[in-house]
């Protein structure tokens, strides 16, 4: 019998140390505490990074993905195409542009949109397609680009999962438009955050207009000497602008960000190993498009093996002190969009399958190989005292 530990092992903590807390202290006396310089360094660093040509900096993966919409001039009348198995936030953008979403179902095996699905879904209104790189594993981006040039579709990676995500060799954000988060508990953390990053010069220059009120280029600068007072409000914009004190976190985790994604595969390749012979659960599978940013450890719960379900294993988990989290209720289900878009029960049944069977494990740097063996012979008890 496993002996319970006394602590709480969180499902997800941010990484962090000394270099953190000074680089925030140089940005708060630099007095920049809202967008400012170090933005812009971010913005360079992480385009840099990814490999992508333009970056525009802002607080959220979910103000990324609106802002993308709204520089392409999605809007009322048009069909945006995503998939059911996401945050809320990536279907809720395509209502705040006015825009109808379109859910399409996901591919058994890795939750990502599926696109057959996609296919089947166009309509003569579709604008734009959302596909989301669920978990940390790329989806099959070669089929969507397919259906996009063939239907002239805008294609608006949502990447909140996919920070050090390759597809077939390239990384995430090195081609078309891409939303990252860099909310708490992503890969790279700056608290709230995000950034847009596009290989569409004219989109980023609406994106940076859209992100500041609507105000012209520049405004940001506007207090330091040599900026100028006058500005223009182009459009009525939003208030998403990243400010200096996320930026200069960002900077430092992303210098540490190669070290961070060594830990997660480390444990994700343990935990897998440490589940090959458990009947009842069964691990990620993989792919086989690309790396995994590994941003989720899912496991899903075999009913057919266990007497018990998904929930209560997860009560059982918190038993042991142990966190988890179930990433996602398919958006479908949602009252708001069962009210206003008509969505029910069974229309997407490969989504709501995975999401009876899912539970996110504790995954992130801070975790000891001992954390992981714990939880791995947590989940391995539950599975002998429940097998059917
Ligand atoms: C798939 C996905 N998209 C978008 C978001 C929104 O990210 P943010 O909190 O940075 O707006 C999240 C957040 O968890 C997410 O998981």
């Given amino acids: 019998m496993l002996k319970k530990r006394e602590t709480f092992l969180p499902y997800c903590l941010?990484?962090?140390d000394d270099n953190e807390l000074?680089?925030?202290?140089a940005a708060i006396r630099s007095n920049w505490w809202s967008r400012g310089p170090k933005t812009g360094e971010f913005e360079q660093a992480f385009?840099?990074?990814?490999?992508?040509?333009?970056?525009?900096?802002?607080?959220?993966?979910?103000?990324?993905?609106?802002?993308?919409?709204?520089?392409?001039?999605?809007?009322?009348?048009?069909?945006?195409i995503t998939t059911p198995m996401t945050f809320c936030s990536t279907a809720n953008v395509i209502c705040h542009v006015g825009a109808t979403p379109v859910f399409a179902d996901v591919r058994p095996d890795t939750g990502c949109i599926d696109p057959a699905a996609v296919a089947r879904a166009v309509t003569p209104r579709t604008k734009a397609v959302i596909p989301v790189h669920y978990a940390g594993q790329p989806c099959d981006m070669d089929a969507i680009d397919a259906i996009a040039d063939a239907h002239d579709l805008f294609v608006l990676e949502d990447a909140a999962h996919a920070v050090y995500t390759t597809y077939k060799g390239r990384r995430i954000g090195a081609k078309h438009t891409v939303a990252f988060?860099?909310?708490a508990t992503k890969n790279l953390a700056t608290g709230e955050g995000g950034m847009l990053v596009t290989d569409d010069a004219e989109l980023a220059d609406r994106a940076r207009v859209f992100v500041s009120h609507g105000m012209s280029?520049?405004?940001?600068?506007?207090?330091?000497?040599?900026?100028?007072?006058?500005?223009?409000?182009?459009?009525?914009?939003?208030?998403?602008?990243?400010?200096?004190?996320?930026?200069a976190l960002g900077l430092t985790q992303l210098d540490r960000l190669a070290y961070m994604q060594e830990r997660r595969e480390t444990y994700a390749g343990l935990y897998s190993d440490l589940f090959r012979d458990v009947r009842g659960v069964r691990?990620?599978?993989?792919g086989g498009l690309g790396r995994n940013a590994w941003h989720l450890y899912i496991i899903r719960v075999k009913k057919d093996e266990l007497d018990i379900g998904r929930d209560a294993f997860i009560e059982e988990l918190h038993d042991y002190n142990i966190g988890t989290s179930v990433h996602f209720i398919p958006v479908h289900l949602h009252p708001?969009?069962?009210?206003?878009?008509?969505?029910?029960e069974g229309d997407f049944p490969v989504a709501e399958g995975i999401f009876e069977e899912i539970i996110s494990l504790p995954l992130y740097p801070s975790m000891t190989?001992?954390?992981?063996?714990?939880?791995?012979?947590?989940?391995?008890?539950?599975?002998?005292?429940?097998?059917?």
Avoid at 53 to 61: E, K, L, M
Avoid at 369 to 388: P, Q, T
């Fill in 181 to 183: 988060s860099f909310y």
């Fill in 217 to 247: 280029r520049g405004a940001w600068n506007r207090y330091a000497k040599g900026g100028s007072w006058r500005y223009d409000v182009e459009i009525a914009g939003f208030k998403y602008n990243m400010t200096d004190l996320q930026a």
């Fill in 14 to 16: 941010p990484y962090w």
């Fill in 22 to 25: 000074e680089s925030v202290q």
């Fill in 336 to 344: 708001f969009y069962r009210e206003h878009y008509g969505t029910c």
């Fill in 369 to 388: 190989e001992e954390d992981v063996r714990y939880v791995a012979g947590a989940v391995r008890e539950i599975c002998a005292r429940h097998a059917k």
């Fill in 47 to 80: 385009g840099t990074f990814v490999g992508g040509r333009h970056a525009v900096g802002v607080n959220s993966c979910t103000a990324a993905l609106h802002t993308a919409l709204a520089a392409k001039g999605i809007g009322p009348g048009d069909e945006v």
């Fill in 283 to 286: 691990p990620p599978v993989d």
